[in-house]
């Protein structure tokens, strides 16, 4: 074999081919990046119904129910989704702040009916190590009286505007004062400020979990929303307005 070098000189490339190069290495990479801030969910979303504001007819109630669930709607609501939430997860805060007043008009109209389903998972997240349990004590607090608008005030309150970050809670005292801004009555405000349902909360809440993990084969992520068994796509923007025309 020959080692003397080639007579092939390859010829300079042109400046008019390395821009165009350039120029189409440009798009590649700004189409990529389009795609994966779209696919990666870094699409700003749109605040559905902004300016609705939380459930405002009367005729909407809420209801504690035996394992801990709330249902909030009018009692001939002709269809119940179900809504698996933390009240640490930020995730569940930013559904509550898209779609939140979209889903209160559903209500109002008596188009539709929420039964929350509350976990506590997140309790380790907070500074006092039981935010969860103790807003979801409150929560029921405030269901067991019955109003679907006072109930709908503090449930949007605490997950929106007053989420607390991870690392951080509200206080009994906060959660009190954001409850009866809400409305709440003096048994709703009694029964938070002694903490009366934690213990139940404590009880219930392990059971949740697991009908959670069951409708997700065996994950617990929230928030989770359900149509029956159906779990819906709540990235779709448009998925109030399918369940609910």
Request: glycine share 8%; proline share 6%.
């Amino acid at each position: 074999m020959s080692n003397s070098p080639s007579d092939y000189t390859p010829r300079p490339m042109s400046n008019r081919t390395t821009y165009a190069l350039g120029a189409l290495a440009l798009v590649l990479i700004a189409l990529i990046v389009v795609f994966a801030y779209r696919w990666g969910g870094g699409q700003e979303a749109e605040v559905r119904n902004d300016g609705y504001g939380p459930v405002r007819n009367a005729a909407v109630t809420a209801a504690l129910q035996s394992d801990g669930g709330v249902r909030l709607g009018r009692p001939d609501a002709p269809k119940t989704i179900e809504v698996y939430e933390d009240p640490m997860c930020p995730a569940c805060g930013h559904l509550e702040t898209l779609y939140g007043q979209e889903l209160a008009q559903k209500l109002d109209e008596g188009k539709l009916a929420i039964r929350y389903r509350f976990v506590n998972f997140l309790d380790p997240k907070s500074s006092s190590g039981d935010y969860s349990t103790r807003a979801i004590a409150a929560l029921q607090c405030v269901a067991e009286t019955g109003s679907g608008v006072t109930y709908s005030k503090f449930h949007d309150t605490i997950f929106t505007t007053r989420q607390p970050d991870e690392g951080s809670e509200l206080t009994d005292d906060e959660l009190l004062t954001i409850a009866t801004e809400s409305g709440a009555t003096e048994p709703a405000r009694t029964c938070i400020s002694e903490g009366a349902r934690i213990a139940e909360v404590k009880n219930q809440a392990p059971g949740t979990l697991e009908d959670l993990k069951a409708a997700l084969d065996g994950d617990a992520a929230t928030p989770s929303v359900f149509d029956v068994a159906t779990k819906i796509d709540v990235n779709e923007p448009d998925w109030v307005q399918q369940l609910a025309p």
